[in-house]
């Protein structure tokens, strides 16, 4: 699967809502390849007690509960279709979950790929 496939589902996934007065979901849509060739998607929930979680947690943990955890792609998509790079904690939870997502490919905008392990260069441990 490519990238521009990734885009389209990624970017289906977008569908801002208010569920409460300080929750809102939705607004940015995640796709990711694992190394076996499965997708997951997830979408982010946006909380005002900063509670809530990213679209590529979403993802991740559906991979996690497929007892999967190698990504090969990755690609997250925000309102007007933007590609968004995965924040900090992000990085850090693609890391942490198996060593060898330092060679996840990342599309961190519509023109760039870059590997997970340029965009996180100093791990913590």
């Not at 809102?24 to 390849?33: D, F, R, W």
């Not at 979408?43 to 947690?57: S, V």
């Not at 943990?61 to 090969?72: F, H, K, V």
């Not at 790929?113 to 965009?119: E, P, R």
């Amino acid at each position: 699967m490519n990238f521009d496939d990734m885009i389209k589902i990624a970017d289906n996934l977008v569908n801002p809502r208010i569920l409460t007065s300080t929750c809102e979901v939705a607004s940015v849509g995640c796709v990711l390849l694992t190394d076996k060739g499965n997708l997951y998607t997830g979408i982010d929930l946006d909380m005002a007690c900063g509670i809530g979680f990213c679209a590529e947690h979403s993802a991740v943990a559906q991979m996690i509960l497929n007892n999967e955890t190698r990504i090969n792609k990755i690609v997250a998509v925000g309102k007007k279709h933007r590609v968004i790079p995965p924040c900090g904690r992000c990085r850090e939870l693609l890391y942490q979950i198996d060593n060898n997502n330092l060679e996840t490919e990342i599309l961190v905008n519509e023109n760039e790929v870059k590997i997970l392990k340029d965009i996180l260069p100093f791990q913590w441990k």
